[in-house]
């Protein structure tokens, strides 16, 4: 993990890759573009399927929308490789460039893929931990603003908090580290950090979760049914076979996507329980 990471200097945003796309998943989302769409595409339009020509005419027209005889093509049906290349490159890597649009040319160009080119994409996208992932020919987000705003009211706040936050950062690096992501003791630091805020807003190191449950119950702030599905949330981190047991071969594989759901889920209940303080 970088100092930046590991010391926090990074935003949520960048280390979930949400509205942003740094230069090293800009850098992967070209060489899968160079090497398997434009590339698989140019091996067609040699065998006379003109695959690259009809990309490349669409391309012009319905993305880029600009004049037609502007194109790298010829009557023949023909593209000049390089060109084309050369004008996508200058686009891809321009600093007028939003990221989105990068997001609007992969989504757009995947549909005239007949390869792997979707799944290359997202197997990057996984990688370098974007929040956003091309399903059904389209690129949507797996990471919500809600979601976002969620984890940095809970990170973002005083030193009474502290330790709540020391845990909420740690759960959040062992998420998003590109190198080595551990899922498992990302949902176990998100766990310890409602633990944390129990005990604060109990006013008792002793506190458990259960214990604010019921004091929330009793002072009205907390239904029934939500109680429940509070109890169960974290019981399903500490049964046998649990997350917060020690790792045996059976245990089921822990992903991306359950972890991220943990750590949005225990820092909309801490941000709850201050609401209730």
């Given at each position: ?5 590991r ?21 992967s ?7 398997i ?5 140019e ?33 023949d ?13 200058n ?6 460039t ?15 893929s007949?390869?792997e ?41 005083s ?17 998003s ?24 807003f ?7 979760l ?13 239904h ?54």
């Open positions: 993990m970088r100092f930046s990471e010391l926090g200097y990074k935003s949520i945003k960048q280390e979930l890759q949400y509205e942003i796309i740094d230069i090293e998943l800009k850098n989302l070209w060489t899968i573009f160079l090497g769409f434009i590339n698989n595409l091996q067609l339009n040699y065998h006379n399927e003109r695959e690259l020509y009809t990309y490349t005419y669409s391309l012009w027209r319905d993305f880029y929308k600009l004049p037609i005889d502007t194109a790298p093509i010829y009557n049906k023909s593209v000049n490789r390089e060109l084309l290349t050369k004008h996508i490159r686009f891809f890597y321009s600093e007028e939003e990221w989105y649009e990068i997001y609007d040319l992969i989504e757009f160009s995947g549909k005239f007949k390869t080119y979707s799944d290359s994409i997202n197997k990057i996208l996984e990688r370098e931990k974007a929040g956003y992932r091309f399903l059904k020919s389209q690129i949507v987000p797996i990471s919500s603003k809600e979601e976002i705003q969620e984890i940095e009211e809970a990170i973002n706040e030193d009474s908090f502290k330790s709540v936050k020391i845990h909420l950062e740690t759960s959040l690096h062992l998420l580290n590109k190198q080595n992501p551990d899922y498992r003791n990302s949902i176990k630091e998100s766990i310890s950090a409602i633990e944390s805020m129990c005990k604060i109990t006013n008792d190191n002793k506190s458990t259960g214990q604010t449950l019921k004091k929330l119950e009793e002072v009205g702030h907390l029934p049914a939500l109680k429940k599905a509070f109890s169960s949330l974290y019981g399903y981190t500490s049964d046998n076979g649990g997350i917060r047991h020690s790792l045996i071969e059976t245990d089921r594989k822990i992903d991306f996507y359950e972890a991220k759901f943990m750590l949005v889920t225990c820092s909309a209940f801490i941000n709850f329980l201050k609401s209730r303080m």
